[in-house]
């Protein structure tokens, strides 16, 4: 999972670096990552907390840990995609 995190981050780093150097440049000097685990689970409250305090530790970037990683039925994919978009969701809301 850490290799697939690694590689995801990578593949932003060079995304950026194709649209203009200069900002990805500026991104990848600024950025301040931190991880975090996320369970489906979680109610929206506790999402927006989690989120909220990384964010008060001065936090740009959250790599969140989700089942996505693990083989799951195509239900248990669909459901992991729907609380992982309503993590982003949040997380662009506090500007991460």
Known sequence: M???AELSLFSICISMAAVSPSRAQDWLYRARIAGTEMDIEMSNAEIFNVLDELRAQRV????????LGNHLTPAAFDSEIVFITRVALYAQQLGL
């Open 2 to 4: 850490k290799r697939i």
């Open 60 to 67: 740009s970037v959250v790599e969140a840990e989700t089942l």
